[in-house]
Structure formats: C-alpha cells, structure tokens
C-alpha cells in the first residue's frame, strides 16, 4: 500500500495512509484546521505544525525509509502571485494531467499550489520537474528536486484539494526495487546524465525551463513526456550463433517474466549488467539488443550507462545459466562461453590433502575462497623457516590474503576454518594474555614510587586485535622472537588502527615491508616508559571487504606495492532465489585430521629445499611472461612477479604441511591458485592500476592475446594498424615482434611477412 509519512503538531510519526477516507480525516483534524488558519495570517510557526506528507516507503519495521527509499511519486511547489494567478496554474495543471500524471493538486497555506506527479522512473527528481515545469509552462522551485521531499498539508476542503487520483494510496515498489531505483538516480547525478537545461541546477525560484535550451544535444528530439512505446525492430546480433532476441527471451523467463510500468527501469538494470559480459561491456552493442519495455532511447540510454559501471565484470553465474539452458535446448553456446576473461578460472577437482580437509565442510561455491584465504593462518605456524626462491633470495612465508566480494556473497566463509587452524596458538595466546594481565594489575596497584616488577619473559601472544596501537604492535613483534603475528580483520578498514598518529598510508608501508625479506620494523622513543624496540616484521593476515570498499580502500596506492603483494580472491555471486548454502560440522574428528599437518609445520625449521616447488615455480614463471609478452600488457606482467613468488610460498607451505612430501596435485592446485589470485587483480584493479600507469591497454581486464587479432599471416604494417587502434606506443612494435618471435609463437617468412605457429600444423 502507499505509505506516507505524518508530522502533526510537531510528533512525528512514521504511519502508512491507506485510503482516501484516511487520508481526509488526517487532513481534517481540529489541530490542522486551526494552524492552517493561523498560517494563512503569516504564523510561520503554525505552519510547520501543519501535518506532512513525505512521499518515500516505510520499512517492515514501521520506520521512515528516507530518501533511499524513493516512491513512484515525487511532490513539488508553484508560488503564485495572488488567487488567480493559482486559478489560472491550477487549471493549466488538470489540462495536462494525464501527460504528466498527476496524482494530486491543492493549494499551500499561502495559496500557492503543491502537486504531486506519477515520476518516470530513471529520471531524477530535477528531470521530472523540469517536464512538468516545460508542460505546464509553469516556473519552477528548484530548491524543491530532493528525494525525501516533505509537503505542508493543508485541508481537505473542496476548494483547497483541486484533485487527488486514490492510486496514489498504491505503491508498485518493493523496499528492495526502490532502493535499487535510488542507486541509479545518484548515479544519474553523479554522472552528469540528467538531461535538464543547463541552468536549472543553480537557478532561482522562478526559473522558467521551457526558456532555455536542454543541455543533452538529444534530449530536445525526444519527447520525453510520452515514453515511446514503439519496439525497435529485433536485433539480428547473434552471441555464438544464438539470437540475442532468445538469450533476453529465456532471461525473462528465468526471472519472472517480462517486466510491467513501475518496475521496468530496475529489471533492465539488472539484465544491462549481466547481459554486457556477452556485449563486451560495450553500450552502442546493449542499446542495439536491449529491448525498450515502452521506455525511450534516452531513458535506456541512462539505465545502460549505469549498468555499465557495475563491479564485477565479466560473465556472471546467471547469465552463464539462461546460455546453459539454451544449449541444452540445442544451441552452441556452452563450448564457446568465455572463461579466462569472464570468470575466474575452476578449481582442480583433485586438491591437496591438507586443502580437501579444509574444504571438507565448505559448501562448493565457497570452497576456492576458502582454499586461497587458508594460507596466512597456515603460515602463521612456521617459525624461522626459510625458502629459497628462483631469484636466489631466501623467504619466510610472509602471506596476506583479502576476500573481495559483495554484500551478503558469504565472506564469513573462512571463518570456521581458520578459527581451527589457529586454535594451539589461540591456546597458548590466551595463557600469556593472562600472564600479562596479572603482571599489569600488580604493577597498577603499586604507587608511582614503588618499585615495578619487570615485564614477564617469554609473552608470545602472535594474534593480535583489530584495533591494535602501532605501540603495541611494536612491542608483540618484539617480544614474539620471531614467530609470525596474526590478524583477522572483518573488514578492511580495521587496518587504519596501524596508522601510527595519524599518518596517511602507514599500514601500506608495513604490507609491503612485511612481505619484504629482512625487513625491520619500530620506532625510537626517548622516554624510558616508551615502546622503543625495532624487530623483524613478520606478519600475516587475512581481511574482507566489498568489492566497491575494496578498490576505494586502495585507489591511492595502486602502483606502490600493496596490491602486488597481497593475494586476493572472490566469491561468485548466486543466482537469485538460491537456497542458502549448507556447511558441515567442524567437530573433533576435524581436527584430529588436522593436527599432524599443523604439528608438521610448528616443527619446521632453517633452511627448507623443495625441488618440485623451485621447479614448478620456474614453470609458472615462464608460463605468465608468455601470456604477458602475447597480450603486451603491463599491467598483468607486474602483478605476475611477485603473484609467483605467492604461490611459491603457498606450494612450500602444502609440502612442509605434508611432511615434506609432494604430491601431484599441489602442481595442478598452485597453478589454479596463481591464475586465480591474477584473474581477481586484473578484474578488479587493472583498469585503474593501467590509468595509474598511463599505460594504454584493451579494454578488456584480462589479458588478451593480440595474436588473436591478426591473421594467420600478417604484416609489420598489420601489427602497427593494431597498435594505433589500441592506442598503444607504435614505438613498440618491432620489440613486440621480436619477443614473438624469441618465444616462438611466430615466424618471419622469406617475402617480409609473419605466420603464426599455431598455424603450422
């Protein structure tokens, strides 16, 4: 039902208004007819004692939604200069209302007029004032355009309610439908996309529209007042062979059906989101397959742009669905669906022991996120343990690892088993927690003179609190002699509290140090009482956070190292109306299975040589300056260098677990591992870290060969022409040319011209 919100007398009270019937006894009450007297004689206080009608939802709870919670309404002012100037507007009103859905007109306290209008969706408050504005040839109060707009009410006497239409006591929105309504409304604004006169966002309160041109070079050739609803003419683009006019047809059959007025703009949204990871994320494609649903070229035009920004990118689980069900119904979809650029690669079926026991109790879409975010607290247990890398430096397992995923994905999924993985040491924690407790309780209860008992020896206490002071960090590296301290952060602003006093990006600096070997970390006090320590900085961590946070979280330090060397992962999202994911029963059989792997670690000490992970690592090594030297992209080859090193510690952490011995699947595990660490970093920072770098690239994320793109044979001129459509460093092309040619991917023949190898069979 239509919910409003009430304000009488000065009690607010958030109730739903039901009926016409209600609606006038509101109006109607002794209190609003004696203020309103006392308003038309200039009482400003009695006027805002006036009951108000806000036109936005309630929530279930009964509490006022505000302005994120938009209705299919939107109010308005008209000032008028005396009782026929209001006559004279009133009337040009209800000669238009149809064209501009009015829902309801009545004069103000000052007898002005206050209407209310059905609003386009997808337009902002502004747009949808303005056409009312240009309709009626009326001026318009442009301080009035925000979504959460209050109006006095005045009586309902016959000659103060000019006309009220009861569907305006019906709310086709959901809570959900409207808050996604907002989202894109803001993103209209934010985006420059209103298509409102120039002026109208700085003018007065007699801003007359119709006087000025419309800003949009287009928006004046179409009548946005009426939405078309003249269907193009089906598109005759095909995915894979598949009419875009039958993968849209199976869409709206997986989801409800095609949508009606009221609902349009957010189910297009929703469908321009999943529909671009097959249009390349491309807007001139999804405006020539997206149907209109009765709306204008301008109103989809505004829905795809929005679309168009959404995080991730790519082909989504549900959009790999309706392609599935259209294979099945004898298509060719299924063998030619994107995957390295569209999903995050699969994970092995056949894992590593130690991997398949944490998994064990995982539902299946959340066991890749738990397999990659295991590591830190895995690593956490080696203490002074070293590997030598391909480079012929020497690393401790130095791992830190982010769960980047969107509201509600699940990231509480890695939850249970770390908390089992780090079980000893939380028992130890918690015994030399209490031993420092006790030791700062004495020394609390001695005067200021008495003399102190020292600091107890041996407080190993390696996992530390979210809101821990750089001191205290300081002073837990110290004294934990070179084990790994450990966090957990629930999200990944927890980090600020290392900041120190006030420094910007100072937690940057210990990610970077920490995966650093060798490095030192403290600080120098001269007082006594100060922490003034400088350890070794050995710290490991896991943290969560949205994918939006994520990437504001980082945006200022892009190319200074974090990103590089953090290892990142994801969780899908799940088709709407899922049922919700069933864990297992972490219980003492559990972890009896796990503690030989942990004891095995906890032993591990000095130098530690594993042949098949330097070998496998070189591999891998080789592996990603193919893909990079293929796809020239800059970008990818600089998360690729110390993203190996990663899955080289993770490979050296699985062997020393399973008692230093390999096992094939680790190969096959940690080769999964890399790609997907690469894919997420690409996915989610390679555009801006490309920008940050003012490096041109696709616009596709994930590399892409540019062999690809070229002929079976072709010409230096062919790769130049590439080059130039890429906006890419011309410069560059013999060096490119070259490196294909020393990887051999091609050859030169005898007339000038290059064939590709993998054409040669």
Same mark, same amino acid.
């Given at each position: 039902m239509r919910k409003i919100y009430l304000d009488g007398q000065?009690?607010?009270?958030?109730?739903? *208004?039901?009926?016409?019937?209600?609606?006038?006894?509101?109006?109607?009450? *002794?209190?609003?007819?004696?203020?309103?007297?006392?308003?038309h004689q200039g009482d400003e206080d009695a006027k805002r004692k006036l009951v108000q009608f806000n036109y936005n939802d309630l929530l279930p709870d009964g509490k006022l939604a505000g302005c994120c919670h938009p209705s299919s309404y939107f109010a308005g002012d008209v000032d008028c200069e005396g009782i026929q100037a209001s006559k004279e507007i009133a009337q040009r009103f209800l000669e238009h209302k149809d064209e501009i859905g009015l829902m309801e007109l009545s004069r103000s306290a000052r007898y002005g007029l206050h209407y209310v209008c059905r609003r386009q969706m997808g337009r902002t408050i502004l747009e949808n004032q303005v056409r009312v504005a240009q309709i009626t040839k009326t001026e318009m109060d442009t301080s009035a355009h925000d979504l959460q707009r209050v109006m006095f009410t005045v009586t309902a006497d016959s000659d103060e309610l000019l006309y009220l239409d009861e569907a305006i006591f019906q709310e086709p929105l959901t809570i959900e439908e409207s808050e996604r309504e907002y989202e894109l409304l803001k993103e209209r604004e934010r985006a420059g996309l209103e298509e409102v006169p120039a002026g109208a966002k700085k003018a007065n309160k007699h801003y007359r529209p119709w006087e000025e041109e419309m800003s949009d070079g287009g928006c004046q050739k179409e009548d946005v007042s009426q939405p078309s609803t003249i269907s193009p003419q089906p598109s005759e683009k095909t995915f894979n062979g598949v009419p875009y006019t039958d993968i849209i047809s199976e869409w709206w059959r997986q989801h409800g059906g095609e949508p009606k007025e009221g609902v349009r703009n957010i189910a297009l949204h929703k469908l321009a989101v999943h529909l671009r990871g097959i249009c390349d994320n491309r807007q001139d494609v999804l405006m020539e397959v997206m149907p209109r649903v009765g709306l204008t070229d301008a109103e989809l035009r505004s829905i795809i742009a929005s679309a168009c920004k959404e995080q991730p990118k790519g082909l989504t689980s549900e959009m790999k669905a309706v392609l599935k069900s259209l294979d099945a119904k004898g298509g060719e979809v299924a063998e030619s669906t994107p995957t390295i650029s569209s999903m995050p690669p699969e994970m092995p079926k056949k894992l590593p022991k130690l991997i398949k026991l944490l998994v064990s109790k995982t539902p299946d879409i959340y066991k890749p996120t738990v397999a990659q975010a295991v590591f830190p607290s895995l690593a956490t247990h080696l203490w002074k343990a070293k590997f030598e890398y391909i480079d012929g430096v020497m690393h401790e397992a130095t791992l830190m690892n982010v769960v980047m995923a969107e509201t509600g994905a699940g990231k509480s999924c890695i939850d249970k088993p770390i908390e089992r993985i780090m079980a000893d040491i939380d028992e130890r924690d918690?015994?030399?927690?209490?031993?420092?407790?006790?030791?700062?309780d004495a020394a609390n209860s001695k005067g200021a003179n008495k003399d102190k008992d020292k600091r107890p020896e041996g407080l190993i206490i390696q996992r530390i609190d979210h809101d821990v002071t750089n001191a205290a960090f *300081?002073?837990?590296?110290?004294?934990?002699?070179e084990h790994f301290l450990y966090l957990k952060a629930n999200e990944i602003q927890m980090f600020d509290a290392l900041k120190g006093n006030g420094k910007s990006g100072h937690q940057f600096q210990i990610m970077c140090l920490?995966?650093?070997p060798g490095s030192t970390y403290g600080q120098t006090r001269a007082s006594a009482q100060s922490v003034s320590y400088r350890p070794r900085l050995l710290f490991n961590w896991n943290a969560c956070t949205t994918i939006?946070?994520?990437?504001?979280?980082?945006?200022? *330090?892009?190319i200074d190292g974090p990103l590089n060397r953090i290892n990142f992962c994801t969780i899908p999202e799940r088709p709407i109306g899922s049922p919700i994911p069933k864990y297992g029963k972490y219980d003492a059989k559990f972890d009896e299975e796990l503690k030989p792997f942990i004891d095995n670690l906890c032993a591990a000490r000095g130098e530690i040589s594993c042949p098949e992970a330097y070998k496998l690592a070189k591999k891998l090594d080789e592996e990603c300056k193919m893909k990079a030297v293929e796809s020239q992209s800059r970008t990818y080859e600089n998360f690729t260098f110390r993203g190996n090193v990663i899955a080289y510690l993770k490979a050296c952490v699985l062997y020393v677990?399973?008692?230093?011995?390999?096992?094939?699947?680790?190969?096959?595990?940690?080769?999964w591992s890399l790609n997907y660490d690469l894919w997420c970093k690409m996915e989610y920072f390679g555009d801006a870290v490309t920008q940050a770098n003012r490096f041109n690239r696709p616009s596709n994320n994930q590399p892409k060969s540019l062999l690809l793109e070229l002929n079976q044979t072709f010409t230096r001129q062919d790769v130049k022409d590439l080059y130039v459509k890429k906006g890419m460093d011309v410069s560059k092309v013999a060096q490119t040319i070259r490196a294909w040619k020393f990887r051999n991917l091609i050859i030169e023949l005898e007339d000038g011209t290059y064939k590709q190898l993998r054409y040669a069979a």
């Open positions: 000065g009690h607010k009270v958030a109730a739903p *208004v039901t009926s016409k019937e209600e609606y006038f006894a509101i109006r109607n009450t *002794v209190s609003n007819r004696q203020n309103l007297m006392k308003a918690q015994v030399n927690l209490k031993r420092e407790q006790a030791w700062k *300081v002073l837990r590296l110290q004294e934990a002699e920490a995966f650093d939006k946070m994520g990437q504001s979280y980082f945006r200022n *330090v892009l677990a399973n008692g230093c011995k390999w096992e094939k699947s680790i190969e096959d595990f940690i080769r």
